[in-house]
């Protein structure tokens, strides 16, 4: 099985239960979700003509299209470059797309922590472990319907907050699904002050917490 891999990097996970964890980032390509706010439109589409090696995007130094299809021994030998991580996060793009469960496992074996961040549109084929960050895509422009099961199996629900439409959707959506059990984060897009001082209000309003994005403060991927 091979993957198609937008990139690989180290850093700090900067996002809501995990944030200030330094983290190897693995971001699949292909979204079909549409969020008009999203911050990684290069990753949406799966073309040939975008195709190139692993080298070429293991040295990419600026976002594209561009992309490989690894294979799980190159996903991990990649991983173990940083020897001293222990934590791996898959992101995209929407990394549900893909069976990641055999990958996970092989992680796990090694001892590392597994997340995946997902927008709940797909199902989830992961490792009974891994730590899933559900970030909710309610009524985007790619019409995808949430998947119950992906839904449940969250973690934690991570949701971008840019108007106080934004609120009133998540307010359904927990009552909807009865999830007001897990960690709800609200996370202000692009950390713009308006967004962020709703956030803020909102949290303390409802007891929720808020996701302030660090490493756009910390100037990091």
Wanted: net charge neutral; glycine share 4%; aromatic share 10%.
């Amino acid at each position: 099985m091979s993957y198609p891999i937008n990139e690989i990097f180290y850093s700090f996970q900067g996002e809501a239960t995990f944030a200030g964890t330094p983290s190897v980032f693995v971001r699949l390509q292909g979204c079909d979700v549409g969020c008009a706010f999203c911050d990684t439109k290069h990753t949406w589409t799966l073309e040939d003509s975008h195709i190139v090696s692993v080298s070429e995007v293991l040295a990419k130094e600026q976002d594209s299209p561009q992309y490989a299809n690894f294979t799980e021994n190159e996903i991990l030998a990649e991983i173990s470059k940083y020897a001293k991580c222990r934590h791996v996060v898959f992101t995209g793009g929407e990394p549900a797309q893909y069976n990641l469960k055999e990958l996970i496992v092989s992680l796990e074996k090694l001892n590392y922590s597994v997340q995946i961040e997902t927008s709940a549109t797909e199902k989830l084929n992961v490792s009974a472990k891994t730590w899933v960050t559900v970030s909710p895509k309610i009524a985007m422009p790619g019409k995808k319907a949430l998947v119950f099961e992906s839904v449940m199996r969250a973690d934690e629900i991570k949701m971008p907050v840019g108007r106080i439409e934004d609120i009133k959707k998540l307010k359904n959506f927990i009552q909807e699904y009865n999830i007001s059990a897990k960690p709800i984060w609200l996370q202000p897009l692009s950390c713009n002050k308006k967004a962020t001082e709703l956030c803020v209000n909102a949290a303390l309003e409802n007891n929720w917490k808020v996701s302030l994005q660090i490493h756009k403060f910390l100037n990091i991927r």
